[in-house]
């Protein structure tokens, strides 16, 4: 049994242990079988730019309606201290089984904490905040919430419970993606992106990188993606020290890109066929290496998305992403201003990128930018 069959059968048959014990009560007392069971757990995309991700859950509350006037219903309470990048290449944490009313849930919310557990980070030392990072040099860095905590992350997704049988559900939570790295500001947010799957239908997609000399390369970022016009990834992980990776995926067409400083990215076209495994390897060349400088003029406390595309090597007509940074733009309180400009560096191997940013509100657009080079984007023009 390979690693992600064996993965979704241990979750499985948790979630079906909880579910007989229930059902033996309900079978005893004569009642009519209604509920179902509903598996919740995590996993994360993968980012190489921290030593440590950590989040505090709370809970997790599901909801059959369609707005904020609809009953949530907590179906998991870890109260627990996750580190993000613990949970890459398959990796699962379980966060609660629950039963559930038989029906079409609409809605799911996760509450984030505001203590972390009584535990040691991966530095030896307790928690200092509920969500954090550790940078490569050991430094903590508080995550603030945009949002706040009170309201939680709403996550729109339908999925039905049925009477007798278990759903199971995966929190693909992207740490690169959801951690808005400081500027001068100094400022750490977390913005949640989150994708839910459901590992029972699910595909996925694992292999070897190696390097022209057969030997693994470790660190790799290998990625699911979808480009319609504009590229989305659907997930992604990290190599582990053998060069090896995995990522589930849902049925349906993909290019599986595999990249990392100084080589050249590599991809191939997958279609993911429902419980199916897929095997791909890729074979990275060595090539050179620059920085993109990118000079970011926009309204004070915005949030940027900075996107590095290539023309896809695997797809004519598409484009592939090898890097994103989210930046937080500078706020200052006691002296404020209309607008700010600040640099962001994105080190990235030789080529030719196009370079799409954006505030929520406009895109910018640059074609045709080599590495070792500079990028000015102005959000205050029109």
Avoid at 150 to 157: A, C, D, F, P, R
Wanted: glycine letters at 8%; aromatic letters at 8%.
């Amino acid at each position: 049994m390979n690693r992600s069959k064996r993965y979704r059968f241990i979750l499985l048959i948790m979630a079906l242990l909880l579910f007989s014990a229930c059902n033996s009560s309900s079978s005893s007392s004569g009642s009519t079988e209604t509920t179902g069971t509903l598996y919740i757990g995590i996993t994360d995309a993968a980012s190489e730019d921290y030593q440590a991700v950590y989040v505090t859950i709370s809970e997790v509350q599901v909801n059959k309606g369609n707005d904020e006037d609809g009953t949530w219903e907590v179906v998991a309470s870890p109260n627990a201290t996750y580190n993000l990048l613990e949970l890459v290449n398959g990796m699962i944490e379980t966060l609660g089984v629950a039963n559930l009313e038989s029906g079409l849930y609409t809605q799911m919310r996760l509450i984030l904490g505001t203590e972390a557990e009584d535990e040691l980070n991966i530095l030896g030392q307790p928690h200092p905040y509920a969500n954090y990072i550790i940078d490569p040099g050991n430094e903590s860095h508080e995550l603030k919430i945009p949002s706040g905590y009170n309201t939680g992350i709403k996550l729109v997704h339908e999925f039905t419970i049925v009477a007798g049988r278990t759903a199971e559900l995966v929190l693909d939570f992207d740490a690169h993606k959801s951690v808005v790295r400081a500027g001068s500001s100094g400022k750490w947010l977390l913005k949640p992106t989150i994708k839910i799957i459901g590992t029972v239908e699910n595909a996925s997609v694992s292999g070897i990188v190696q390097d022209e000399e057969g030997a693994p390369i470790e660190g790799v970022i290998v990625s699911s993606q979808i480009y319609d016009g504009i590229v989305s990834i659907q997930g992604s992980t990290l190599t582990d020290e053998n060069g090896g990776y995995l990522i589930y995926l849902e049925p349906g067409s993909y290019s599986i890109v595999a990249y990392a400083d100084g080589y050249a990215p590599q991809c191939a076209r997958l279609e993911a066929q429902y419980n199916q495994d897929h095997l791909q390897d890729f074979t990275l060349i060595a090539t050179t290496t620059g920085t993109i400088t990118n000079t970011v003029t926009a309204a004070e406390g915005s949030i940027i998305s900075i996107q590095f595309l290539q023309t896809s090597p695997c797809e004519a007509g598409e484009m592939i992403e090898i890097e994103t940074l989210n930046v937080a733009m500078p706020d200052d309180a006691e002296d404020p201003v209309d607008t700010v400009t600040e640099d962001f560096a994105a080190d990235l191997s030789g080529g030719t990128y196009t370079v799409v940013a954006s505030d929520g509100i406009t895109t910018l657009t640059r074609e045709n930018v080599l590495s070792d080079t500079s990028v000015t984007l102005d959000f205050t023009t029109p």
